[in-house]
């Protein structure tokens, strides 16, 4: 004999139910106050509560429905140990079907949880392979597009850049030039602009810009050559195209990742840092392969290194340009040293151009 | 922990408070914000968490306190606890336009489940918990969200609900339809699902969106008629200030008839 405590709603009682007693003496269940007892036959078992653990009771008389219901977990487990045989194959049968709606709750849940993270492991997995996703992305862009980009914006600055393309330096920078890229499926554009800061810069499509200030910072023609053949691997490696890919992959990837969250000050600085980390990248990438650039091309490749070591030693006091997006100074020249220890015997002949730095 | 048992008075029509009066050592928890007036004698305490049982430690109080900031009530309580040496009262006030509802747990066996946010004001001893919906639909469609608040305990406890109340007793296995949204509190053992309105033109234009929620019996269950989210809705959309515009009384002129009628 097992007694459970229950509420008993049905006709006759509180509407809010009333507090019972069920006794449970092998096949008959009973209440003493109010006096029921529930049938032998009929009797329907239905899974209860908010969270869905409780066990009700239900049958029919003349009278109308009655519902007993008990919602307190230990009282649960007792009811269902002292069920009788008849109402035990219904409870195996609602644990059954509880088992499976619990399982497709799971699976909703996890459906609903992978939505909502979507724009999260989009990000994670944009972040992963924002290389292979950009590179290809920019091998999609034909080299005709690519150089009416650049020219486009090439045209916008060219007031600003006051260029000397008419000086016999410029005239020494595209012939260095043309011989750092020939065999290229690009077709290059050297000029000169007459610029006080230590600065050289690429755009798509094959134009490179050399500032008078870093032809005067430089001690012999390899290291022009080092710089112009770093600038040269941006072209080569299409870095501007991937660097708007990325930007935008990453700020569009990053406002669905984080809505409202994101758009403030924490929210940009974060985008921030990632677009610098990815132009350090390609900083190291175009120093790596200009190096063998400049070794394809009969040069000798220590003015690269020697450059870096003059704007390691320059960052301090000049407004270096060329630091701000770029890996420092002294690391690039450490990497580039080690690189080319490692590399076979290459024979060089020095360039011509004396006496440098030439007149500008 | 024994149940202070109060006496109460509702006072107002629309905009309702309760007067709660304290026996000397008796004691109210309200919800921060909601005290309108006490009489001298009245001390007021602010506890971390729900101020109801003892909780064990810190631990416990923090994951009190959590709960509330769940069910988007402030992280602390207030206890109003009756010093002087008679009966003192203490008002409640109703945060908007609608009802307040005075539950006795005792009669509904201890436990009722409401709306989150409705909670106003307990008798000492009454536990405030929160109960997680793990039917998908219900949460995402029931118009209650996930959590829900758990009142505990055997004394009275008032919750606020918007608009006028409903109160039904629901037999046992009698089904109400109700707009989502709507629904404020309900004994547990109620079952609160949702259901497809069943029709695609129905669901699209009939207005009422594209599930109903469901109360299936036995037990009772308050309703309420005007949800506050709806009434800022309406606010927001009439206001100039938002790009509203108005919603028109039916004036047959519209844009002229705003002219006309000389409110802007």
């Known amino acids: 004999m097992t007694s459970v405590t229950a509420r008993l709603y049905g006709p006759g009682l509180p509407p809010a139910g009333q507090d019972v007693t069920l006794r449970i003496d092998g096949h008959a269940l009973r209440i003493d106050a109010p006096q029921r007892v529930l049938p032998e036959q009929g009797v329907r078992l239905r899974r209860v509560g908010f969270d869905l653990k409780g066990l009700e009771l239900a049958w029919d008389d003349a009278a109308g429905t009655h519902a007993l219901q008990v919602l307190d977990g230990s009282a649960v487990e007792n009811l269902t140990r002292a069920l009788p045989a008849t109402l035990q194959s219904a409870h ?3 644990t059954r079907s509880a088992r499976k709606e619990n399982s497709g709750r799971r699976l909703g849940w996890a459906v609903l949880g992978l939505f909502l993270a979507a724009p999260v492991i989009l990000l994670a997995l944009f972040l992963v392979f924002a290389d292979p996703i950009a590179g290809w992305i920019a091998e999609q862009i034909p080299i005709e597009q690519e150089r009416q980009l650049g020219e486009a914006s090439f045209a916008q600055m060219k007031d600003d850049l006051k260029l000397r393309d008419d000086t016999e330096a410029a005239r020494m920078l595209r012939e260095l030039g043309a011989r750092l890229t020939r065999g290229s499926r ?4 050297f000029h000169l602009a007459d610029k006080p800061e230590i600065n ?7 134009i490179v810009v050399v500032h008078t200030g870093l032809i005067r910072a430089t001690t012999r023609p390899e290291e022009l050559a080092g710089v112009l053949a770093h600038e040269v691997q941006h072209v080569e490696l299409r870095h501007s195209l991937k660097s708007i890919v990325k930007q935008l992959g990453l700020s569009a990837l990053w406002m669905f990742a984080t809505g409202d969250l994101g758009s403030g000050m924490a929210g940009s600085a974060a985008t921030d840092l990632l677009t610098l980390k990815f132009s350090r990248d390609a900083e190291r990438e175009a120093d790596a392969h200009g190096l063998d650039t400049l070794i394809r091309s009969g040069i000798d490749p220590q003015g690269m290194p020697d450059f870096f070591r003059i704007l390691a030693e320059k960052a301090g006091d000049a407004p ?8 420092q100074s002294a690391e690039r020249e450490a990497a580039l040293r080690e690189k080319l220890g490692a590399l076979p015997a290459h024979s060089a002949q020095p360039l011509p151009w004396k006496p440098w730095p030439p007149v500008l | ?6 006496d109460y008075e509702i006072f107002g029509n629309e905009m309702q408070y309760v007067e709660i009066e304290l026996d000397p050592g008796e004691a109210a928890i309200g919800e921060a914000g909601a005290m309108m007036m006490m009489q001298q004698g009245i001390e007021m305490d602010t506890v971390f968490g729900d101020g109801s049982a003892q909780q064990g430690g810190l631990f ?7 709960k509330r900031l769940l069910t988007g009530e402030s992280l602390f309580t207030t206890v109003f606890h009756n ?3 008679g009966k003192r009262r203490v008002a409640f006030a109703a945060p908007y336009p609608g009802k307040i509802v005075a539950v006795d747990l005792a009669e509904l066996g201890g436990t009722l489940m409401c709306q989150k946010d409705s909670f106003l004001c307990a008798a000492r001893g009454v536990s405030l918990g929160i109960a997680f919906q793990k039917k998908l639909g219900a949460g995402l469609f029931g118009g209650e969200g996930f959590i829900m608040q758990k009142l505990d305990g055997d004394g009275m406890a008032f919750v606020h609900a918007g608009g006028t109340l409903l109160v039904k007793d629901l037999a046992p296995g009698e089904v109400l339809r109700v707009d989502t949204g709507c629904v404020v509190a309900f004994q547990p053992s109620v079952d609160f699902d949702i259901q497809y309105v069943g029709k695609i033109k129905t669901a699209l234009f009939g207005g009422e969106g594209l599930f109903f929620a469901t109360l299936q019996g036995p037990g009772r269950v308050w309703l309420q008629s005007l949800p506050l989210s709806r009434l800022a809705n309406r606010i927001v959309m009439a206001a100039p200030a938002a790009g509203g515009g108005g919603r028109e009384e039916g004036s047959l002129l519209g844009g002229l008839g705003n002219i006309l009628d000389g409110d802007r």
Do not use: I, Q, W
Request: charged share 10%; no cysteine; proline share 5%.
């Open chain 2, 83 to 85: 010093e002087g040496n």
């Open chain 1, 320 to 327: 270096a340009a060329l630091l701000s997006t770029h890996p």
């Open chain 1, 200 to 206: 050289a810069f690429a755009m798509p499509g094959g």
């Open chain 1, 186 to 189: 690009y077709t290059y554009a």
């Open chain 1, 92 to 94: 195996s049968e609602l």
């Open chain 2, 1 to 6: 922990m024994a149940m202070d048992v109060v």
């Open chain 2, 60 to 66: 416990g109080k923090l994951l009190g306190a959590g």
